[in-house]
């Protein structure tokens, strides 16, 4: 069974400074793995996916995340956080069932993540 | 930018009344899904649609859930009978072959 993983509910980082959001998953086989984010009184918005490509994965925002098999992690940084990039943010997993969907996902837990001035 | 749009954007009900939640997903888009999120917890799949029917749901959707889509835009998610914990945040989605889901910003349900 597919599962996910997000070590940190709450990460508080400041303007300017990196942000590392970390998540670990769990297949059964190849995954294809998702970071999703959700401002307040948002809709989920996807930030960036990886589909068995290139293993560092560049998104929306100036995020990256890198696939990891050996560790089996998928975490989400960026350089520089911005005030606008407090948000929830979904690390999240898709059971792969139907060849061409990828809808059937399994949500993490989230985690929130404050920006100080 | 295309988008899928939820409507009403907050609904509360008293237990016991039936309440349906609709949806316009991407218009050229295949497969469509209802997910939750209870206040505090994941965000759960619920139940897929496609090609008119059903492809696969959850053990949360139960006998009081059922899903339609009664013309070629809606897609709608009915509970007949509401309870108490059935209170969350539902979103739509829908993909089409070998896109990433795009997410609705939900319709927050207040049971009473």
Known sequence: AQSVTQLDSHVSVSEGTPVLLRCNYSSSYSPSLFWYVQHPNKGLQLLLKYTSAATLVKGINGFEAEFKKSETSFHLTKPSAHMSDAAEYFCVVSDGKYGGSQGNLIFGKGTKLSVKP | ???????????????????????????????????????????????????????????IFDDQFSVERPDGSNFTLKIRSTKLEDSAMYFCASTGHHTEAFFGQGTRLTVV
Request: a negative charge.
């Open chain 2, 1 to 59: 930018e295309p988008e899928v749009t939820q409507t009403p954007s907050h609904q509360v009900t008293q237990m016991g009344q039936e309440v349906i939640l609709r949806c316009v997903p991407i218009s050229n888009h295949l497969y469509f899904y209802w997910y939750r999120q209870i206040l505090g917890q994941k965000v759960e799949f619920l139940v897929s649609f496609y090609n008119n029917e059903i492809s696969e749901k959850s053990e």
